[in-house]
């Protein structure tokens, strides 16, 4: 499973063909939030309901459901392929056994549960200026950072603080191996529209270190969890027996590798590992050498386990 990602760049490059070229059925993921997710049987895009979720949802109601049609349909277990948000959701999914049990083995690119050591620029600064807050006071609960609104408020965030003149760099960290012709392509469809409480709950993460269900505050928490804090997702809950991969970069700002480290102790699988000290966030996307340095390895990995689904 894949996002649109996956096909940003040229077919020999793009992991999604790659994959299928060596004949894997591969399925792609699509999440709420997305341009093309504004299909609903009573909410409007306009509507606040409609963005009333965060990576949570997109976790154990979004994914979940992807990876029971896929099941259901192919009546085969899956093989999940995960970056960045993709691998919060996959690891918090993980961690519930009805969905695990439909799953072969997974591969998490940049894999993040833990962000309490995120170093990008421009990340920092919206977290510190409470930029999530800032916009939930506005009413505002799409965050689409192509309108007016948010354009005019980075612009003040950036202005005088940040060098936000490469865009990508100030908020992934920098990238080793990117064909610049292709981030302008990648820019013409990223970022796609979130909603203001998945900002909220990401920027919770990085400011209490947790890896934990949305934080409602204490009373709303008591009512909804039975508890004043929200419950942790228990990454030791990830089967033993389930076999992962992941790829990590020295050079990235926001899957941090002391965060890496972190969700490693928390495993009780051991998951074979990638670690490549030049990459940054979006190389394991897009960088010119991603065939031969991240996915090929990839790709062994799944044929050393004999199946060939996607």
């Not at 961690?95 to 995120?118: D, G, K, R």
């Not at 013409?188 to 269900?213: A, C, D």
């Not at 495993?267 to 031969?292: A, C, I, R, W």
């Amino acid at each position: 499973m894949a996002g649109d990602a996956w096909f940003l760049d040229s077919p020999e490059q793009s992991l999604g063909y790659i994959l299928a070229r060596q004949g894997f059925d591969v399925w792609v993921g699509n999440v709420r939030g997305t341009f093309w997710s504004y299909g609903h049987v009573s909410l409007s895009e306009k509507d606040k309901n409609f963005w009333d979720w965060s990576w949570q949802e997109l976790a154990l109601c979004d994914l979940s459901a992807m990876m029971h049609h896929i099941y259901s349909t192919t009546n085969s277990k899956i093989l999940v392929v995960g970056h960045s948000q993709g691998t919060i959701m996959s690891l918090a999914a993980l961690t519930q056994p009805n969905i695990a049990e439909m799953v072969e083995a997974a591969a998490l690119l940049c894999p993040i549960s833990y962000l309490e050591h995120i170093s990008a620029p421009l990340v920092l600064r919206m977290v510190g200026l409470h930029l999530d807050q800032m916009v939930l006071a506005m009413g505002i609960h799409q965050l689409n950072f192509r309108s007016e609104v948010l354009i005019n408020l980075l612009d003040s965030m950036c202005d005088g603080h940040v060098d936000c003149d490469d865009l990508l760099t100030s908020m992934t960290g920098q990238n080793c191996c990117l064909n610049n012709s292709r981030v302008d392509n990648f820019l013409e469809y990223e970022p796609h529209p979130s909603s203001v409480k998945n900002l909220r709950h990401l920027f919770q993460m990085i400011r209490q270190g947790t890896f934990s269900q949305y934080d409602y505050g204490i009373f709303k928490n008591l009512k909804l969890y039975g508890q004043v804090k929200p419950p942790a997702f228990d990454l030791s809950q990830i089967p033993k027996s389930l076999p992962l991969w992941m790829g990590y970069g020295g050079y990235d700002a926001l899957a941090d590798v002391a965060d890496v480290e972190h969700t490693l102790k928390e495993l009780q699988t051991k998951p074979e590992l990638l670690y490549l000290e030049n990459y940054g966030h979006l190389d394991f996307l897009m960088s010119v050498h991603g065939k031969e340095d991240v996915f090929d390895h990839m790709i062994r990995f799944f044929r050393s386990l004999g199946k060939s689904s996607a």
